[in-house]
């Protein structure tokens, strides 16, 4: 095979080419369709393939989460009824609504009685949280270091 084989290429009279050319011309039209064939079919199948790869990754990391969490399922519940009970008794702790003007009597008594004089005590604005009410209180108290803190 010589190098003017393939200057000499006549398309229009493919079949009376040498088979060298021949077989370098079949060689190269194989590759160039097993390249389309790469880029066209193969490629997006890939990537595909590795989307659901992902995908089934993160799958398994939920899928053991809940593994994880229904193993300790009975635990859980207990422990949710020990705290549902806990917090029951913290609210019934906290005053309602009825109960804080005689909270707010009760602690000026409780400074008049250890000889403390309040000149200043003003409820402030009632703000709702979730699970009770915030009521702030400005309190300016005159008296000794020890009758404060007893």
């Known amino acids: 095979m010589k190098l003017e084989d393939f200057n000499n290429i ?10 060298p ?19 066209l079919v193969l490629s997006p199948t890939l990537e595909a393939l590795d989307t659901e790869k992902v995908k089934e990754e993160e799958l398994r990391k939920v899928y053991f989460e809940k593994k994880s969490q229904a193993i ?7 422990q949710m009824v020990e705290i549902e009970k806990t917090f029951g008794a913290l609210l019934k702790q906290l005053p309602d609504r009825s109960q804080i003007d005689g909270l ?16 200043l005590f003003k409820p402030g604005q009632e703000t709702q949280a ?21």
């Open 72 to 78: 300790n399922l009975e635990a859980y519940q207990v």
């Open 10 to 19: 006549d398309i229009n009279n493919a079949g009376n080419l040498p088979a």
């Open 104 to 119: 707010l009597t009760d602690i000026n008594q409780a400074g008049l009685a250890r000889g403390l004089e309040f000149e």
């Open 130 to 150: 979730e699970f009770y009410a915030e009521m702030p209180i400005s309190i300016k108290v005159t008296g000794a270091y020890h009758d404060l803190g007893a």
């Open 21 to 39: 050319v021949k077989a370098v011309l079949l060689g190269v039209v194989f590759f160039v369709l097993l390249a389309l064939g790469y880029y």
